[in-house]
């Protein structure tokens, strides 16, 4: 054997074989990986559905009257969720207060009217309201400072905390002042318990 032939036979024996790929581990991975997935989904809207029957002693939500009279605000933007007043993270999710939406909002003398495409309307009445303010979150939702409109109402003997954005978010100091004005001393109060609770 020639020493020219020598590097040659060390060369081949150096090479290895691609290593196999075993497709019976990679797809058990993958299907164990996709159970594990769906199992998480399940016990979420499971977490959701209890929530809701727990809330099931909320009545229905009150829609609009025919006759609400002219808006003195209007706006449009984001619905973000609904909580017990002064619990941000105690979310409602009965009759769709806990469904994300669009939302166009109008503030007459009768109240606050949310209109969601996609998801419930609702109608606060007027004398249901118990004041708003400008905050940083709520369930699921964290902003900067003053970003989210809180809208304190209440409703079948509880106290709710509804959280928009508007497309404008400069509008919402004006909203604030204008239904705290409607609500006088209950918006006061609700106010000076928010800041007591934080």
């Known amino acids: 054997m020639s020493a020219t032939n020598l590097p040659l036979i ?4 150096d090479q290895k074989s691609q290593q196999v790929t075993d497709w019976a581990a990679r797809i058990g991975w993958v299907v164990g990986l996709v159970l594990f997935v769906a199992l998480l989904y399940w016990l979420m809207r499971q977490g959701w559905k ?3 029957t727990l809330q099931g002693d909320l009545p229905e939500l009150p829609q609009s009257p025919e006759h609400s009279g002219e808006p003195l605000l ?3 933007g984001r619905y973000h969720g609904s909580t017990s007043a002064g619990q941000w993270l105690d979310r409602i ?3 769709g207060l806990g469904t ?3 939302a166009e909002l109008a503030l007459t003398e009768r109240g606050v009217d949310v ?3 996609g998801a ?5 009445p007027a004398d249901q309201l118990r004041g708003a303010r400008l905050d940083t979150g709520i369930a699921g939702k964290v902003l900067t400072e003053g970003g989210l409109l809180i809208v304190t109402w209440e409703h079948g003997g509880r106290r709710l905390d509804s959280g928009f954005r508007f497309d404008h978010s400069a509008d919402q100091a004006r909203w604030v002042e204008k239904i705290n004005a409607m609500c006088g001393d209950n918006g006061v ?6 800041k007591e609770g934080a």
Do not use: E, K, N
Request: no cysteine; glycine share 6%; net charge positive.
């Open 10 to 13: 060390g060369l081949a024996a």
């Open 50 to 52: 209890w929530r809701g």
């Open 115 to 117: 209109v969601r495409p």
């Open 120 to 124: 419930q309307d609702f109608f606060v």
């Open 93 to 95: 999710v009965a009759h």
């Open 189 to 194: 109060a609700a106010m000076q318990q928010h």
């Open 74 to 76: 209007s706006a449009t």
């Open 100 to 102: 994300r939406s669009r």
